[in-house]
Nanobody
Framework: QVRLVESGGGLVQAGGSLALSCTAS????????MGWFRQAPGKEREFVAG????????DYADSVKGRFTVSRDNRENTVYLQMSSLEPEDTAVYYC?????????????????WGQGTQVTVSS
């Protein structure tokens, strides 16, 4: 059974930082590119960041470039999202996802497995 479990969400003030983690089980982690998406109330789920299988290549949504950093530890089967300079517009449920491919992916349909999500709330 494949499981992706996110952690690290919470409430933070604007300008603050938060670090999310996502630990995978039931897959050979190094075979999967990983991604982070988010969904705000009433909005579509959108791409935030992606990382390739080995952690050498990354991709970011324009809205988070320079503020968010995605990384992974293949020994720990974990992908991370370090978020800084947070804005109220970053408030959403954040999801990690796994894609059975080499390169980082930006499209929802490219991902095979999804976590349950973790809430991030940024107060102004």
């Amino acid at each position: 059974q494949v499981r992706l479990v996110e952690s690290g969400g919470g409430l933070v003030q604007a300008g603050g930082s938060l670090a999310l983690s996502c630990t995978a089980s039931g897959i050979t982690f190094v075979d999967y590119a990983m991604g982070w998406f988010r969904q705000a109330p009433g909005k579509e789920r959108e791409f935030v960041a992606g990382i390739d299988r080995l952690g050498a290549g990354t991709d970011y949504a324009d809205s988070v470039k320079g503020r968010f950093t995605v990384s992974r530890d293949n020994r720990e089967n974990t992908v991370y999202l370090q978020m800084s300079s947070l804005e109220p517009e970053d408030t959403a449920v954040y999801y990690c996802a796994a894609a059975y491919t080499v390169a980082a992916q930006t499209t929802r349909l490219d991902y095979d497995y999804w976590g349950q999500g973790t809430q991030v709330t940024v107060s102004s």
